[in-house]
């Protein structure tokens, strides 16, 4: 079974922190993907990356960043967070099919 | 402008019966299609998917019927169980998109009593 670990269940910063949400995949996949999910807008891709050190931008990449610095490491990172970054972060992952595989997700709370 | 549609937010059955669940989609060249179930606080977990050259797909209780002229699809659960309770969400893949983005809809609430 693929599994898609997240560093955080639950994390609280105040604004203007840095913030540095980690997910870790373990199926050799070749695509990860950042989404952010809040109540009546679904899910939404910040950014992705197809390959080590590729990024792509999703939908909404405004005030974030992203590292992939190893196969299986794919990190979000919210430079300055506001409180409009409150939310529910999705990691996921992509083998050779099209299913995504999700991580159990980040819930942030930006003060 | 929204791509992929669910516009009911909720949905109650009760158990035992039938749950659909619709979804709409307005880019002719969507190539696949997805169904994800979330439950809170957890990642979304896939459940079926369906090629645009079917028009059904089934896994047990959870069937996908595709109607391309319509540009609609639809998820049912027959029968019904408690557990199936959760937020679902519709997701497609456009035609050439290699790295697989996923297109989400803003998912449907579904409740079923028992």
């Known amino acids: 079974d693929v599994k898609v670990t997240q560093s955080s269940r639950y994390l609280v910063k105040r604004t203007g922190e840095k913030v540095f949400l980690e997910c870790v995949q373990d199926?050799?996949?070749?695509?990860m993907f950042w989404y952010r999910q809040d109540p009546g807008l679904g899910l939404r891709l910040i950014y992705f990356s197809y390959d080590v050190k590729m990024k792509e931008k999703g939908d909404i990449p405004e005030g974030y960043s992203v590292s992939r610095e190893k196969k299986e490491r794919f990190s979000l990172i919210l430079e300055s967070a506001s409180t409009n970054q409150t939310s529910m972060y999705l990691c996921a992952s992509k083998g050779g099919y099209n299913e995504q595989f999700f991580g159990p997700g980040t819930r942030l709370t930006v003060l | 402008d929204q791509q992929v549609k669910q516009n009911s937010p909720s949905l109650s059955v009760q158990e035992g019966r039938i749950s659909i669940l619709n979804c709409d989609y307005t880019n002719s060249m969507f190539d696949y299609f997805l169904w994800y179930k979330k439950y809170p606080a957890e990642g979304p977990t896939f459940l079926i998917s369906i090629s645009s050259i079917k028009d059904k797909n089934e896994d047990g209780r959870f069937t996908v019927f595709l109607n391309k002229s319509a540009k609609h699809l639809s998820l049912h659960i027959v029968p019904s169980q408690p557990g199936d309770s959760a937020v679902y969400f519709c997701?497609?893949?456009?035609?050439?998109?290699?790295?697989?983005?996923?297109?989400f809809g803003k998912g449907t609430k579904l409740s079923v009593k028992p």
């Open positions: 997701a497609a893949i456009p035609y050439g998109g290699s790295q697989g983005n996923l297109i």
């Open positions: 199926m050799d996949h070749e695509n």
